[in-house]
């Protein structure tokens, strides 16, 4: 794994703990300027001095910072998808970024991109056999009315028949 993605890992836990959202409001607690969060998350070094204020202040270990937390994914509700959420070059960018990087998401986001494509694929072939077996079942509908109207013909063509073959005796 990246030291760069080690580092927002962690800086990513020290927000948590301090319950914040944002890097700038990291950053005041830490006592220093949000430009240093970023540079730390890109050097993929985390200072030993902000381990210490943050166990100082919220009681936690350095292991508990450390910690590989598994990054959360928002709760998605029909209210907080946006359209942007489905924008195709977003959506490509963020997949390549992740299947370009060195991590377990990769491996997961893989997995999943087969499995959802398998789904997809099924789901069409399923749409396919639906379309097939309507027009199968017309084509049945439709012999089914020839075949009555042949029945029809013969069952008047019947009596006909009959008596010409007694007018003939």
């Known amino acids: 794994m990246k030291a760069s993605h ?51 202040k919220f009681g936690v270990t350095k292991e508990d910072i450390k910690k590989q937390s598994e990054d959360k994914a928002p709760e998605t509700t029909q209210e907080n998808v946006t359209s942007d959420d489905f924008r195709l070059d977003n959506m490509v960018s963020a997949t390549v970024r992740v299947l370009q990087s060195d991590t377990v998401y990769r491996t997961a986001l ?25 027009l199968m079942l017309e084509k049945m509908d439709s012999m089914q009315e020839q075949l009555n109207r042949r029945d029809c013909t013969r069952k008047k063509r019947d009596p006909e028949t009959k008596s010409q073959v007694n007018s003939d005796e």
């Open 110 to 134: 893989a997995s999943n991109i087969r499995a959802f494509d398998k789904a997809v694929q099924q789901e069409n072939d399923v749409e396919g056999l639906k379309e097939q077996m309507t």
């Open 6 to 56: 080690i580092a927002k890992n962690v800086i990513k836990n020290m927000m948590e703990i301090a319950d914040v959202k944002k890097q700038s409001q990291l950053a005041d607690i830490l006592g220093i300027k949000q430009p240093s969060v970023s540079g730390a998350i890109a050097k993929g070094r985390i200072p030993e001095s902000w381990f210490k204020i943050i166990i100082n």
